[in-house]
């Protein structure tokens, strides 16, 4: 299931994927470069835990949950387009293991993100 953060990223509560919404590629524009965190890298919630540059403006990801980057979607280093042709998918950026698994049940469904954009 696929939950989503304020700051429009989304967060996948079966796989521990992290990207961005559609929505929020959209704003960005095409995206030229991803600045991909190193894995195991902790960070809590609300934190920035990368940059996406794109040709219009520079952006930042922020961690939906708080946990450890344990995997980075590697695509992106050759592709960060996949961001535009595929954020729910291929475009993935990260995968966070929560730490406090509470903090999934504090982001919005798909109809409360879209509720309030």
């Known amino acids: 299931?696929?939950?989503f953060a304020k700051t429009h990223e989304w967060f996948d509560t079966?796989?521990?994927k992290v990207g961005i919404s559609e929505y929020a590629q959209e704003q960005l524009g095409d995206v030229v470069f991803v600045d991909l965190?190193?894995?195991?890298?902790?960070?809590?919630?609300?934190?920035?835990?990368?940059?996406?540059?794109?040709?219009?403006?520079?952006?930042?990801?922020?961690?939906?949950?708080?946990?450890?980057i344990v995997e980075v979607n590697e695509k992106l280093n050759a592709n960060p387009e996949l961001i535009n042709q595929d954020p729910y998918g291929e475009g993935w950026i990260v995968k966070i293991e929560p730490s406090n698994p509470s903090e999934i049940d504090?982001?919005?469904?798909?109809?409360?993100?879209?509720?309030q954009l």
């Open 1 to 3: 299931m696929r939950k």
């Open 14 to 16: 079966e796989t521990y």
């Open 106 to 115: 504090e982001l919005l469904t798909e109809e409360e993100y879209k509720a």
């Open 37 to 68: 965190p190193p894995v195991g890298k902790e960070v809590k919630k609300g934190e920035v835990i990368l940059s996406i540059e794109s040709v219009k403006a520079a952006g930042d990801v922020y961690a939906p949950v708080s946990g450890k």
